[in-house]
């Protein structure tokens, strides 16, 4: 089989095309041919070394792909070969191989592609319990920060479907040109003088970095401020000290991680949001696609910040 594996931590010249032997899937497990696999910002942390969790140099990137299962292990039925199917890996994805566990299969409805299925998948995942863990109402103003990127595109579409008033931050002009195709009509950036001053009931943040508490002085007292991302770097380490500063105006900061949702729950919403997009009613930005051999250029367009929406390998 073809891999990308990351030989150290670094630039994306770390990662290179392998060619180790096809594994087999294991008892409880199947055998998946990737077609597509996502490429997004999480990815760039782990080569970075940046991204908790023990992960060792040697790795092959990739936490989703979308493919067809050709093989299965002992104690699953084999009526899964041929199945067109989406999976969460943490790892492993970039690759035109990977053995998953049978309870990570996610089987994909009959017209969405493989390419969409990684366009939505993770994004749309973490945009949808964000939203949650924001707790509007129809018609509260919602700032969402880094709306031209995979997370942030997917939120800004859930996030006007909900009826809430969407502005969006700090997007390049092509970028600000997409979203107001989606329908955002408002923009905002803490660097500019009209910055709004404690306007937003809620902003959901996947960019985190050093302007964080410049974004969380935007809320409205009693407001929800949801980091579920840090692509511009972690909060800085007086962020604590900052947020109880603010005590008196009752904020609420909620954290959200994939990796608290049980896995059976995040398969069946991902199920649900696979149909709303197979119905038109969500769609996938994939900003760019790569040749799976090409991932380090898909890296480097990555970290440029040029590209709107969800970055796609083809295998
Ligand atoms: N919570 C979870 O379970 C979960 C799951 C997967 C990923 N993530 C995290 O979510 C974050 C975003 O992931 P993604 O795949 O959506 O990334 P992405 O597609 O690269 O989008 C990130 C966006 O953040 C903005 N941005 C990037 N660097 C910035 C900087 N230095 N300063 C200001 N803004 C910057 C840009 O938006 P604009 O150009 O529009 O400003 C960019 O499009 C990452 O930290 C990733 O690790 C979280």
């Not at 299965?72 to 969460?88: C, F, H, L, P, S």
């Not at 959901?204 to 929800?224: E, F, H, K, S, W």
Request: aromatic share 8%; net charge negative; glycine share 12%.
């Amino acid at each position: 089989m073809k891999a990308i594996q990351a030989t150290s931590f670094g630039g994306p010249d770390v990662l290179s095309l392998v060619l180790p032997d096809t594994p087999l899937p294991g008892p409880g497990t199947v055998l998946i041919q990737v077609a597509a696999a996502g490429a997004g910002t999480v990815d760039v942390l782990i080569r970075k070394g940046l991204y908790p969790g023990g992960i060792n140099p040697g790795f092959i990137p990739g936490m989703e792909v979308a493919g067809t299962v050709i093989a299965t292990g002992d104690q699953v039925a084999e009526d899964w070969i041929g199945k067109r199917v989406y999976a969460m890996t943490m790892l492993g994805g970039y690759a035109t191989h990977i053995v998953v566990p049978q309870e990570a299969l996610v089987p994909l409805p009959g017209n969405l592609s493989f390419e969409v299925a990684v366009g939505l998948g993770i994004n749309a995942l973490v945009a949808q319990y964000s939203l949650q863990r924001a707790a509007l109402a129809p018609g509260d103003a919602l700032l969402v920060r880094g709306a031209g990127g995979g997370i942030g595109s997917m939120l800004v579409q859930l996030a006007l479907a909900g009826g809430y008033r969407v502005t969006a931050t700090g997007t390049t002009p092509a970028k600000r040109a997409a979203l107001e195709r989606i329908g955002v009509g408002s923009f905002f950036s803490v660097t500019t003088p009209e910055a709004a001053g404690q306007a937003f009931k809620a902003i959901i943040d996947p960019v985190a970095g050093p302007d964080l508490d410049r974004y969380v002085a935007q809320l409205a007292d009693n407001g929800t401020y949801v980091l579920n991302g840090a692509a511009a770097g972690f909060p800085p380490d007086n962020f604590g000290l900052s947020w109880l500063s603010r005590f008196q105006r009752s904020l609420t900061l909620a954290c959200f991680s994939l990796d608290a949702i049980p896995p059976q729950e995040a398969r069946a919403s991902l199920q649900q949001l696979f149909r709303q997009a197979e119905q038109g009613q969500l769609q996938a930005f994939i900003g760019a696609t790569f040749a799976l051999e090409d991932a380090a250029e898909a890296h480097r367009v990555l970290e440029s910040g040029s590209v709107f929406g969800k970055i796609v390998l083809q295998v």
